[in-house]
């Protein structure tokens, strides 16, 4: 049924017995939103479902690609790569990480239950571990407590999808050093090695071009459903969904993303609606239409 198919798009939507967050669909369904397009099903009883995806891609030079986002190159002369644990019941999610930290030099052993994690962490001794939070058998808040106990020395990484607080948790009292929400860059994973660790990388800046995303067409302009959950993101105080769209609207304008993330950093909601309500009207700020940030929001970079 039509109406049926296209609750696989809305929030936290599970259909069945299939297990997830329920978010992967709606977010593929912004992002292609934000790319001028859209995703769209058509599904047969009989014969299953097909997921059509369209997108309107920019034709621009290689030297107008704009990005402010560092290159990860390698590890920096005279650093040497640790033992990472990465810990999934997901096969798929688990060779994410695993593609990403090999080829920068570090080992990698892989673990999809609490139980197989917790005898590589006894055995092995890893520097860092990348755990689903919510990881089979145990669980990866009990392994935290018995690591912590044992008085074995390693980084614990928490990945969610979830809101971590919500669970009556926080890092500290999990055990865990930190908590990366998914989906996450790949820039998330070294900047936390670098933090936790010291470990040291070569780093390329990419330059910055001629497109400055003050000049986006109307016809890619924000969608409205974006500003439309980070109005309410801001309204109820919600940083997890506040964080997520920010991230949607980056992929369309940095600079308008970071005044975003400054202006909620600094707890100033009204000014934050004010910028979203402005962005209805002008777009992505067409003719210097927003106003410039105070310096205390120009620090670019993930809220802590």
Known sequence: MPDEAE???QPFAL??????TGLGLPLIRKIAQLMGGDITVKSDMR????????????????????????????LASGQTGCGILV????????LLLINLLEPMGFK???????????????????????????????????????????????????LTAGDFEADGQTAPVSGCDAVIRKPFSENRIFETIEKHLGIRFICEDAPESAFNGTDVPEEQALPQDV???????VIRTDMRLADRMIELVRM???????????????????????????????????????????AKHQTKGNRQ
Request: no cysteine.
């Open 7 to 9: 609750r696989v798009f």
């Open 15 to 20: 259909p069945g017995k299939i297990r997830g």
């Open 47 to 74: 014969k299953g479902s097909v997921f059509t995806l369209a997108i309107q891609p920019l034709a621009a030079d290689e030297a107008e690609i704009r990005t402010t986002a560092r290159t990860y190159a390698g």
């Open 87 to 94: 810990a999934n019941d997901t096969r798929e999610e688990r």
């Open 108 to 158: 990698v052993r892989e673990a999809e239950n609490s139980d197989d994690a917790l005898r590589l962490i006894n055995d092995w001794r890893p520097r860092i571990v990348f755990t689903d939070l919510r990881l089979p058998e145990a669980g990866t808040i009990d392994m935290a407590r018995k690591i912590r106990k044992q008085g074995i020395e390693t980084t614990i990484i928490a």
């Open 227 to 233: 500003l439309d959950d980070l109005e309410q993101a």
């Open 252 to 294: 369309r304008d940095g600079s308008l993303a970071d005044e975003f993330a400054g202006l909620i950093r600094e707890y100033e909601y009204d000014e934050a609606l004010r910028l979203i309500e402005k962005t209805r009207r002008h777009g992505s700020d067409p003719a210097g239409t927003r106003p410039r940030p105070s």
